[in-house]
Structure formats: C-alpha cells, structure tokens
C-alpha cells in the first residue's frame, strides 16, 4: 500500500508559478516511476508529467517548456514546478505511482486544486 499526498495548490494569476509537492510512503519509492495527472470537472483526467526511476522526464505538449517534474528519493517526493501558468491550467493535480515503470499508474493521491485567473 502506498499513500500518496498532494500540497501547494493554490490561486495564481496567468503568467505565475506554482510548485506542487507529492509527498509518497514506502521503503521502495526510489525504484518507482511517478507521475503528475490534472482533471477539470466534466472532462478525462489528462496526463501533464511523468518522472521514471532513473530520473528521466516525459512531459504532455501542453505544458513542455513551463513544467518541470523531479523527485528527491531521500525524503520520498516528487515536485511539479509550474511556470508561465495560464488559465487553461486550472485543474485538480494529481500525483501517481508507477511502480512498474510501465507507464500503468496503480496509486493515487487526494489531488491539490491549482486555479489560475487571468
């Protein structure tokens, strides 16, 4: 069982930043893969960042360029830094275990409302 929890959500205006932290449980966390996924009511939950074990990065065309996704194994946490935030970004972030690096995500946080006004 792992759990995951999400912080650093918040109210922006278009042009700032933000950075998200996904703080994971368990003894493993260093060989899982994680990823950042972000939701608006009425719509699929879509991919935005995805970090593998071996720190290589993925990222959705949306946000390439202004998003940057790390972790720290050492205290079990994965980042999302958002910059030059746009209203469109407005969502529910949620992070993700991967723990098969297979891109298959099995646990999922609570999420952390990100809202950019313009």
């Known amino acids: 069982q792992v759990q995951l929890v999400e912080s650093g959500g918040g109210l922006v205006q278009a042009g700032g930043s933000l950075r998200l932290s996904c703080a994971a449980s368990?003894?493993?966390?260093?060989?899982?893969?994680m990823g950042w996924f972000r939701q608006t009511p009425g719509k699929e939950r879509e991919f935005v960042a995805h970090?593998?074990?071996?720190?290589?990065?993925y990222y959705a065309a949306s946000v390439k360029g202004r998003f940057t996704i790390s972790r720290n194994n050492a205290n079990n946490m994965v980042y999302l830094q958002m910059n030059s935030l746009k209203p469109e970004d407005t969502a529910v972030y949620y992070c993700?275990?991967?723990?098969?690096?297979?891109?298959?995500?099995?646990?999922w946080g609570q999420g952390t409302q990100v809202t950019v006004s313009s």
């Open positions: 368990g003894r493993t966390f260093s060989s899982y893969a």
């Open positions: 993700a275990t991967d723990r098969d690096n297979d891109y298959e995500y099995d646990y």
């Open positions: 970090i593998r074990s071996g720190f290589s990065t």
